[in-house]
């Protein structure tokens, strides 16, 4: 069940809300002066964090090639004004 609700946190988290989480999960870690069982927990919550930013990501993406498509068959119609 905690792990429906972390993933229910995370979800309310912008792109870069999620980015400094994460690095500062990185530097927990990293300063090696957290216990091994927080290191765990905080390494998941990381992973999740990555989940969660590539699936922004990948929406972002999704938008730009839907725009990109949009403007490329707008290009294609002649202008019947000319």
């Known amino acids: 069940?905690?792990?429906?609700?972390?993933?229910?946190?995370?979800?309310?988290?912008?792109?870069?809300?999620?980015?400094?989480?994460?690095?500062?999960?990185?530097?927990?870690?990293?300063?090696?002066?957290?216990?091994?069982?927080?290191?765990?927990?905080?390494?998941?919550?990381?992973?999740a964090l990555i989940k969660h930013c590539r699936t922004i990501l990948n929406k972002a993406e999704k938008r730009i090639e839907k725009i990109t498509r949009e403007e490329a068959s707008e290009d294609e119609i002649p202008d019947k004004n000319k």
Do not use: C, H, R
């Not at 429906?4 to 995370?10: F, N, R, S, Y």
């Open 1 to 47: 069940m905690a792990g429906k609700k972390q993933k229910d946190d995370l979800g309310e988290l912008s792109f870069e809300d999620s980015i400094k989480e994460l690095t500062n999960i990185v530097s927990k870690i990293e300063q090696g002066q957290i216990p091994l069982q927080d290191s765990l927990q905080q390494y998941e919550k990381g992973m």
